[in-house]
């Protein structure tokens, strides 16, 4: 699925950025209220309305060092809300990612939130 920039605006990146623009910190509290660091919510939430993709990929879109884009995955994995599995023969950084059932819940939880 291509990046979609119109779909980030209306997505929960888009509206968690200007929620936390405007609250300042509501967000941080809201997100650290479902147990997820400030610095992986980012990931979370591309993975919530882009889907499935590569570490490289995502790390691309987030604007992240691929390192760090990993230790959030494994940080988001410990906690159940993504999982992996190869994408080729390729280095583990070609490794697809998406959220858990879990993870699904908890980025619906905190839209539904951002929303009310």
Same mark, same amino acid.
């Given at each position: ?17 200007? $929620? ?9 509290? @809201? *997100? ?8 992986? $919510?980012?990931? @979370? ?10 570490? *490289?990929?995502? &790390?691309?879109? *987030? ?13 988001? &994995? &410990? &906690?159940? @809300? ?14 697809? *990612? ?19």
């Amino acid at each position: 699925m291509p990046y979609d920039d119109k779909k980030i605006d209306d997505s929960i990146a888009g509206q968690s950025a200007a $929620f936390f623009v405007a609250e300042d910190d509501s967000l941080a509290g @809201l *997100v650290l209220s479902h147990g997820i660091k400030i610095r992986d $919510f980012i990931l @979370l939430s591309f993975l919530s309305d882009q889907g499935s993709m590569s570490i *490289v990929r995502l &790390a691309r879109v *987030v604007g992240i060092e691929l390192m760090k884009a990993d230790r959030g995955l494994e940080r988001l &994995a &410990a &906690a159940g @809300l993504v999982t992996s599995e190869e994408a080729s023969s390729e280095p583990d950084f070609e490794r697809m *990612v998406s959220l858990t059932s879990r993870g699904k819940d908890i980025a619906k939880r905190i839209s539904d939130q951002l929303s009310s």
